[in-house]
Antibody, heavy 119, light 112 residues
Framework: QVQLVQSGAEVKKPGASLKVSCKVS????????IHWVRQAPQKGLEWMGG????????IYAQKFQGRVTMTEDTSTDTAYMVVSSLRSEDTAIYFC????????????WGQGTMVTVSS | DIVMTQSPLSLPVIPGEAASISCRSS???????????VHWYLQKPGQSPQLLIY???NRASGVPDRFSGSGSGTDFTLKISRVEAEDVGVYYC?????????FGPGTKVDIK
């Protein structure tokens, strides 16, 4: 059974960068399409981007283009997301999730990583 | 971008009774493969979202059969035939037809 375990909570200052990890167990990260979704406090879900296996490339929501980078380390089966130039509006819970072929949906989610951006 | 709307935004329910949530998209979610690319998630308090229904009407693994999804094109419905206390949380519809994937604002279901 595939599982996703994310890194712990972070507190960052405005302008800093953030790196969140998402460790895959039960599968190789190369066999999966990992996406990232965030949720601001008391708000809804916002898709940030993820790996498109059809193109073999990572796609980003336009609002995050240039400020967010999603990568994978195949040696440790871990996915990473880096957010640069943090601002207070980036305060949110960040989730990694698997986009599954069998459902065309996000069917496995990580536990979430709380990120607080504050001076 | 495809805009997803939901109604109601708040839904008090009585255990044992039926409940229904509506979701509408700003454009058709009907894929060329014949499936509607709308999915339903439940986020229980303090938890990650969990997939309930995918491509309109298919229950995800382990989801009780009291949950059902229907609809086509731009109008979709999630029904709970007999609400149980464990069903409280926020329900989201999401379109997976095209990027950026977008979610509805959520419907908060709690016990009346």
């Amino acid at each position: 059974q595939v599982q996703l375990v994310q890194s712990g909570a972070e507190v960052k200052k405005p302008g800093a960068s953030l790196k969140v990890s998402c460790k895959v167990s039960g599968y190789s990260v190369t066999e999966l399409s990992i996406h990232w979704v965030r949720q601001a406090p008391q708000k809804g879900l916002e898709w940030m981007g993820g790996f498109d296996p059809e193109d073999g490339e990572t796609i980003y929501a336009q609002k995050f283009q240039g400020r967010v980078t999603m990568t994978e380390d195949t040696s440790t089966d871990t996915a990473y997301m880096v957010v640069s130039s943090l601002r207070s509006e980036d305060t949110a819970i960040y989730f990694c999730a698997i986009y599954a072929d069998r459902s065309d949906a996000f069917d496995i989610w990580g536990q979430g990583t709380m990120v607080t951006v504050s001076s | 971008d495809i805009v997803m709307t939901q109604s109601p935004l708040s839904l008090p329910v009585i255990p044992g009774e039926a409940a229904s949530i509506s979701c509408r998209s700003s454009q058709s979610l009907l894929h060329t493969n014949g499936y509607n690319f709308v999915h339903w998630y439940l986020q229980k308090p303090g938890q990650s979202p969990q997939l309930l229904i995918y491509v309109g009407s298919n229950r995800a693994s382990g989801v009780p059969d009291r949950f059902s999804g229907s609809g086509s094109g731009t109008d979709f419905t999630l029904k709970i035939s007999r609400v149980e206390a464990e069903d409280v949380g926020v329900y989201y519809c999401m379109q997976g037809l095209q990027t950026p994937f977008t979610f509805g604002p959520g419907t908060k279901v709690d016990i009346k």
